[in-house]
């Protein structure tokens, strides 16, 4: 079985957060495409391969959740929920809208690690 | 009517006032709790969180280059993931806890659970869909109340991680809820934190009594059920 790296299209409306995101997802040796809204992320997506979306809920122009249900649409792509909210009903609607996991924020980078694996393993039998 | 002229309130009046303060003294500090939870949500909490990736990345970067320099790392990455966690717990401990859709079975569940993570918890209901059918102001005054006394036992109740189990029971009857938190090693909560746990129960025209039972003590909560 081969380790190839993932294509990461990231999402996520926090500078701060988003740079360290993309530095620790480059370091673990993965592809990353970072965005900052919705609209960045539809267009991104349309244009890329990406084996995964890590996105943010609360976007500044939209929910990651409006942004699955668009996506999915056009392919399907292995998806990360991140939240500062992990109430069993933000938790329910991602799972609703098709994302694999839901991270609450602050992201535990052993959880992230651990979900990233999954896409790879799923990537790799395919 | 006071010599002057002036309404004199009578008793009941009186009794009304006060317990129209004592709300809104709980609601306020309720509040400024919760404010200061999500400051330190949105300040050091994420900032620990920042440095703990950080400290992640560097040290797996020098992990093929600088042997020392990597050992150093591993260790800052293990002390600011420490007090990232730390910062967590303190942050479930402050913030309200709020009723999620489930109900109050589930949200007392959770609060054991998160008890647990210091001292063993464990909680006990039967009559599970009678509770979550009580009154949803009801609901989140049991659940506030047991977060508030849980918290006190763990801090500074005497209670450990190699302490018998706290045991947190909630029961209700044809008018009541009942909450029970019975702690075995016998220490008692802060005479200031039983006062308001005391008022709030008796916004909410209900009780709580403290008893002796063996060597631990009990704490009992009763609210009427609610309309």
């Known amino acids: 079985m081969t380790e190839q790296p993932l294509r990461i299209l ?11 995101l993309k530095l620790y997802v480059e370091q673990s040796g993965h592809a990353v495409q970072a965005v900052r809204t919705l609209k ?35 392919r399907p792509v292995y998806a990360v929920a991140m939240s500062g909210f992990g109430m069993i009903e933000d938790t329910n609607r991602s799972k609703a809208a098709g994302f694999r996991h839901h991270l609450v924020k602050p992201i535990d980078p052993d959880l992230l690690d651990r979900a990233l694996e999954e896409a790879r393993h799923e990537k790799d039998r395919m | ?98 009723l999620e859709r489930c109900g109050l079975f589930e949200s007392l569940m959770a609060l054991t659970e998160l008890t647990s ?9 039967e009559k599970v869909a009678d509770v979550d059918a009580t009154d949803a102001e009801v609901q989140q005054e049991v659940l506030r109340i047991a977060q508030l006394a849980l918290h006190a036992l763990v801090r500074s109740g005497g209670v450990g991680a190699g302490s018998p189990p706290l045991r947190v029971e909630l029961d209700l009857d044809d008018r009541e809820i009942v909450l029970k938190i019975r702690a ?44």
């Not at chain 2, 993570?117 to 209901?125: G, K």
């Open chain 1, 10 to 20: 990231i999402v996520e409306d926090h500078q701060d957060t988003l740079k360290y």
């Open chain 1, 40 to 74: 960045e992320a539809r267009e991104t997506f349309a244009t890329s391969e990406c084996d995964v979306l890590l996105s943010d809920i609360a976007l500044s122009d939209g929910t990651g959740w409006d942004l699955l249900n668009e996506l999915k649409l056009v």
């Open chain 2, 1 to 98: 009517m006071s010599a002057d002229g002036s309404h004199e309130p009578n008793e009941a009046e009186v009794a009304a006032r006060i317990s129209e303060l004592t709300r809104s003294l709980i609601a306020a500090l309720d509040a400024e709790q919760q404010r200061f939870a999500q400051l330190l949500h949105d300040t050091s909490s994420q900032s620990l969180n920042a440095a703990r990736i950080y400290a992640r990345i560097a040290r797996t970067t020098l992990d093929q280059t600088s042997s020392s320099a990597a050992t150093t790392l591993t260790a800052l990455e293990e002390a600011v993931e420490n007090a990232a966690n730390e910062t967590q717990h303190v942050l479930h401990w402050l913030r309200p806890a709020r």
């Open chain 2, 117 to 125: 993570r210091s001292v063993p918890c464990l909680f006990h209901c």
């Open chain 2, 184 to 227: 075995s090693e016998g220490r008692a909560l802060p005479s200031e934190l039983t006062a308001l746990l005391e008022a709030r129960a008796r916004i909410q025209s209900g009780s709580l009594m403290f008893e002796h039972s063996g060597p631990g003590s009990t704490w009992i909560c009763r609210l009427p059920k609610g309309p």
